[in-house]
């Protein structure tokens, strides 16, 4: 027998036998306990309904010239994400809902109108002008150009007016030119017209460039369009959902060889977006290089992913039985969005790090988890993957842990306390826990407090192994103590279950 020599939780209140608890993240109780999103965001629609889905902000990989993503709560706070441009929105621009949006929470929405009663109908739009440094400033002389953007008409009207661009430069001999890129809409298309906008080195000589894609652009239909510029090439070229629709060499005869004819930026030059034009507008950029590929899906196909905080059990080797996720999916494209559950678990959160990849076991929802899943921490991640097609995300409304924590053992029935000479004798029915490992004894020389010192095996409380009678030598005669005995269990460290009916009893001296 054992003094006080392994280290104890002592629950000092009634306990029960284990049941199954259930843990839920998010549904009605949010998302509080949440440690990381990483390309997802948490959606909420009403107030008592959340969901993490896929986010569809586009990851500035890409150091961009000019970003407008049209996110801000409204029109009147567009601005440019680079800081490059100042932006000036008219009465005729408003904000769509997320749900609208090709990326992010909102889309600038046109009229192809000012809704200002003075206003004509050259006042409509969304007016950029750049500031010094940016690459469309006055006096830029630009080598590689990328302007891209995702395009929803309402209709599609020939003459409508996408995106302009308008300037005044003069030449080395002094003459006045009038700088223009539109892009606009053509017969079921959209097409590309630089004025003056390419010159030759020594300024002499300047062209007019024509583009116009093969695609018909389809009304209530998202679209992505760029327009790039190789000067190395002199290849201006423009796509469509990714495909070259046009292209056009930089040189006087508009054909590989020859001079290669490049920008020079005029002055009080200005961006118009969607002059003239009704339907949706989304993540505008100019990027000053040549762009290779462009991701043209809503989401990210490699996903993202959501990692809870370290969720305490409350004891340890608490054992979860199942983890129940409410996804909602479209069932879209060859393969639907999905999500894919992992947990981990351990009696010591600190050990988990970051990087630390192995330690994240696989799992299915609704599926029971083998028993050696068991700590009084655990940790949640969801992978959340959208359709193969990249245009719906799945909603994660809630996760739910399905667990059973492993209390503490209940305390003995009938101890019994028997007084001898310098000593009292313990006796107790076994507490009925298949988990149990032992037993301690409390004593002392005041009811309700256990603090003595007398017993020869130790001060209180006195470890007994798993006997179920001891004898407390070591006590004065003529002196009442008090005893109460708890059942601890096999977890590391135990846990110390609630006390037994008190006992009491007075050691006598005998007769010999």
Not at 329 to 348: C, D, H, M, W, Y
Not at 366 to 374: D, H, I, N, P, W
Not at 472 to 478: A, H, P, R, S, Y
Request: charged share 20%; net charge negative.
């Amino acid at each position: 027998m054992k003094g006080h020599c392994i280290i104890l939780f002592c629950i000092a209140s009634l306990t029960l036998n284990a049941e199954e608890q259930v843990l839920q993240l998010g549904g009605k109780e949010s998302w509080n306990n949440i440690e990381a999103l990483v390309g997802v965001e948490i959606e909420s629609k009403i107030p008592t309904s959340h969901a993490i889905i896929l986010s569809s902000r586009k990851p500035m990989n890409i150091v961009p010239d000019l970003l407008l993503t049209f996110d801000e709560s409204g029109p009147d706070r567009f601005a440019d994400v680079t800081g490059h441009y100042l932006v000036t929105t008219s009465s005729s621009v408003l904000r769509s809902e997320s749900s609208q949006a090709r990326f992010g929470s909102g889309a600038a929405l046109f009229s192809g109108i000012s809704l200002a009663p003075t206003a004509t109908l050259e006042q409509s739009g969304l007016f950029i002008k750049p500031k010094p440094g940016a690459l469309f400033a006055s006096g830029s002389r630009i080598e590689d150009f990328t302007i891209d953007f995702w395009l929803y008409p309402a209709n599609v009207a020939k003459g409508e007016q996408i995106l302009t661009w308008s300037s005044g430069r003069k030449t080395l001999r002094g003459e006045s030119l009038f700088q223009r890129i539109r892009c606009q809409v053509g017969t079921n298309s959209i097409e590309w017209i630089f004025n003056d906008f390419f010159t030759s080195v020594d300024d002499t000589n300047r062209i007019t460039i024509y583009l116009k894609g093969i695609e018909k652009l389809i009304p209530r239909t998202w679209s992505h369009h760029m327009i790039r510029y190789d000067a190395n090439q002199g290849s201006l070229e423009y796509l469509v959902n990714g495909n070259v629709e046009a292209i056009v060499y930089t040189t006087k005869s508009q054909k590989p060889g020859g001079e290669i004819y490049t920008p020079k930026i005029g002055d009080g030059g200005v961006f118009i977006l969607g002059e003239r034009y009704s339907g949706l507008i989304d993540h505008v950029r100019i990027l000053p290089m040549y762009l290779e590929t462009v991701q043209d899906t809503k989401y990210p196909l490699s996903g993202g992913y959501m990692v809870s905080k370290s969720l305490d059990l409350g004891y340890t080797d608490s054992r979860v039985f199942k983890i129940v996720a409410d996804v909602r999916a479209p069932k879209e494209g060859a393969v639907p969005p999905q999500v894919q559950l992992f947990i981990r678990t351990s009696n010591n959160p600190y050990q988990w790090t970051d990087d630390d990849f192995s330690s994240w076991i696989p799992i299915e929802s609704s599926v029971l988890l083998k028993a050696e899943t068991r700590g009084r921490y655990i940790q949640i991640k969801a992978h959340l993957y959208p359709s193969d097609t990249g245009e719906s995300t799945p909603r994660l409304n809630s996760i739910s842990i399905f667990y059973e924590p492993d209390l503490p053992p209940p305390p003995p029935s009938m101890v019994q306390a028997i007084a001898r000479d310098g000593a009292v004798e313990l006796l107790w029915k076994p507490s009925p826990d298949r988990d149990l490992a032992g037993y301690v004894v409390y004593y002392g020389t005041a009811s309700g407090t256990y603090f003595g010192t007398d017993a020869v095996l130790g001060p209180s409380p006195i470890d007994v192994g798993l006997r179920t009678s001891i004898v407390i030598d070591g006590l004065q005669n003529g002196r009442v103590y008090y005893f109460s005995v708890a059942a601890y269990d096999k977890a590391s460290p135990a846990h110390i279950g609630a006390l037994s009916r008190e006992v009491a009893g007075r050691p006598l001296r005998m007769e010999r």
